[in-house]
């Protein structure tokens, strides 16, 4: 598989830019991508360093680096322009033309999302993140009439996950629970979940797929053979079943779109 690196540059935290990025990359499978993290770049000496670093990296790889920035400040971001990568800026450009729209000047104020009436959101993002860390694999279960959504599925089907990427994109309070073995052999969603089975959704995971997760976490174990897994996997879809439970396969879709198809079901897009 071919290599390419991917800076990541941003006067901030640096999410935002890799988040642009990365969405972009998933449209070229054919290549494997090195990201490396340059964030709160806000001067000319940092700006400079991770020039060298891209201008290195272009001497060693057989293809260019790529580079995608959210720099606000415009002298920074011209440095940048001029190192040997292909540099997308996600905030000048866009910004100009912004300007052009509501004939007015942007403030061009680094971190001004946090200065703003936006720390609102902020702080429930926070709230929210820290209510799906502590709802995790079953745990806080008395917290369960505050949550927003309960993930159920069998172990390692990609709850946790989208249970954070719920709580820091969507705002939503996610809980997760896992199917267990008691609860497999009869078929019966576990009781702490009956008076909350409004909210829950099902994830489930094809066996194969599974099975090689569980492998590379628990090598040789039966909680990893494929027969395991395939008892636990139509046993949970049974309950789902059984239960009218809506549910998605999460075997080939990113965190990111579980999470969206999750929140349409739940009509909060």
């Known amino acids: 598989m071919k290599k390419c690196t991917v800076f990541y540059v941003s006067d901030s935290t640096g999410i935002t830019a890799e988040d642009f990025g990365k969405s972009l990359l998933t449209q070229f499978d054919e290549y494997q991508f090195e990201g490396r993290m340059y964030p709160f770049i806000t001067d000319e000496k940092k700006i400079e360093n991770v020039i060298s670093a891209v201008n290195y990296q272009s001497t060693i790889d057989e293809v260019s680096p790529l580079v995608f920035s959210t720099l606000v400040d415009e002298k920074l971001s ?130 194969k797929i599974l099975c090689k997760i569980r492998q590379e976490r628990y090598p040789d174990s039966k909680y990893a053979k494929l027969d395991q897994c395939q008892y636990e996997i139509k046993q949970v879809e049974n309950i789902y079943k059984k239960y009218n439970i809506n549910y998605i396969d999460t075997s080939k879709i990113s965190i990111e779109e579980i999470s969206t198809k999750i929140c349409k079901n739940m009509k909060k897009l």
């Open 78 to 207: 011209a440095v940048l322009e001029n190192s040997n990568a292909l540099v997308f800026s996600l905030y000048t450009a866009k910004i100009k033309k912004i300007e052009q729209v509501l004939k007015t000047t942007a403030s061009h104020k680094i971190g001004k999302f946090h200065s703003t009436g936006e720390l609102i959101d902020y702080k429930k993002r926070i709230n929210t993140i820290n209510y799906a860390l502590n709802s995790d694999d079953g745990m806080n279960t008395k917290k369960y009439d505050e949550a927003d959504i309960i993930l159920l599925g069998a172990s390692r089907s990609g709850k946790t996950p989208t249970c954070v990427y719920l709580a820091m994109h969507f705002h939503l309070k996610a809980a997760n629970y896992p199917i267990v073995e008691q609860d497999l052999e009869q078929a019966k969603l576990p009781r702490e979940l009956l008076k909350y089975k409004n909210k829950c959704f099902g994830l489930t995971i094809k066996p």
